[in-house]
Nanobody
Framework: VQLQASGGGLVQIGDSLTLSCAAS????????LAWFRQAPGKEREFVAA????????LYSESVKGRFTMSRDNAKNTMYIQMTSLKPEDTAIYYC????????????????????WGQGTLVTVSS
């Protein structure tokens, strides 16, 4: 099973961008999904997570109100719509699938994910 992230690119401050992450085969159903990011010289950080049924979501404080995560289990694809982009949003964005089923605050912890995409670079130019 592989996750393929796409949609990254170079944008201007205030622009919007939508990232996608597709699985090579049906593997999303029943699992929490998430986006993490890693900026140059920094550790990987949590961005957003969505429950197995597309209901509850979690966002980091830095993106809350600007980013929206969604999923389409039928298409084995998850998305994150990013608006009002800032230079500090510049990072490699990684999609991930949780190792186990369920939902909770643990969804912010990268250690809870065992399937990762290769990352897609988002650069917000000032």
């Amino acid at each position: 099973v592989q996750l393929q992230a796409s949609g990254g690119g170079l944008v201007q401050i205030g622009d919007s961008l939508t990232l996608s992450c597709a699985a090579s085969r049906r593997t999303f159903s029943g699992y929490t999904l998430a986006w993490f990011r890693q900026a140059p010289g920094k550790e990987r950080e949590f961005v957003a997570a969505i429950s197995w049924d597309g209901g509850p979501t979690l966002y980091s404080e830095s993106v809350k109100g600007r980013f929206t995560m969604s999923r389409d289990n039928a298409k084995n694809t998850m998305y994150i719509q990013m608006t009002s982009l800032k230079p500090e949003d510049t990072a490699i964005y990684y999609c991930a699938r949780a190792a186990g089923v369920g939902w909770g605050s643990w969804a912010r912890d990268s250690d809870e994910y065992n399937l990762w995409g290769q990352g897609t670079l988002v650069t917000v130019s000032s």
